[in-house]
């Protein structure tokens, strides 16, 4: 444990933010390993996060979740514009439902709606880069 600590000590930044703009993560990987693609990801957002609702305890059915996040997503965008997240997003259909706001559900609902990231999808030399930029950059 003070090895780990001592190497978070020598990080020179906060914390590295991952995201699906193609910065980090190739948005057309040639997946050679197996893993599903990114489109086969994301076809099965909506079910994952349904999941994770009635896991909840919330009891919802999938395409009355489907409309319902379909237009809070449109709303979101067009209330936040450039500030937009799946997050708020999220929120809004929360608010649509008449639910209080839990933070901690919500941000678990966007991560089963994005699904895994794989690492195949990643960039070559992507770990290595940031490995690098992290410890030495």
């Given at each position: 444990?003070?090895?780990?600590?001592?190497?978070i000590?020598?990080?020179?930044?906060?914390?590295?933010?991952?995201?699906?703009?193609?910065?980090?993560?190739?948005?057309?990987?040639?997946?050679?390993?197996?893993?599903?693609?990114?489109?086969e990801?994301?076809?099965?957002?909506?079910?994952?996060?349904?999941?994770?609702?009635?896991?909840?305890?919330?009891?919802?059915?999938?395409?009355?979740?489907?409309?319902?996040?379909?237009?809070?997503?449109?709303?979101?965008?067009?209330?936040?514009?450039?500030?937009?997240?799946?997050?708020?997003a999220?929120?809004?259909?929360?608010?649509?439902?008449?639910?209080?706001?839990?933070?901690?559900?919500?941000?678990?609902?966007?991560?089963?709606?994005?699904?895994?990231?794989?690492?195949?999808?990643?960039?070559?030399?992507?770990?290595?880069?940031?490995?690098?930029?992290?410890?030495?950059?």
């Amino acid at each position: 444990m003070k090895a780990l600590k001592q190497g978070i000590n020598e990080m020179k930044f906060d914390a590295v933010f991952f995201d699906w703009g193609g910065t980090l993560f190739n948005p057309h990987p040639s997946n050679s390993c197996g893993d599903p693609t990114l489109q086969e990801i994301m076809a099965k957002s909506i079910e994952r996060a349904a999941l994770l609702l009635n896991l909840f305890g919330r009891d919802v059915e999938l395409e009355e979740t489907r409309t319902k996040f379909a237009k809070c997503e449109e709303q979101a965008r067009e209330k936040y514009g450039p500030a937009y997240t799946l997050v708020r997003a999220i929120e809004c259909f929360y608010q649509a439902q008449g639910w209080a706001n839990k933070p901690e559900e919500i941000l678990c609902i966007a991560e089963a709606y994005i699904g895994p990231r794989y690492r195949s999808y990643l960039y070559l030399n992507t770990v290595e880069t940031i490995i690098d930029k992290i410890y030495d950059g």
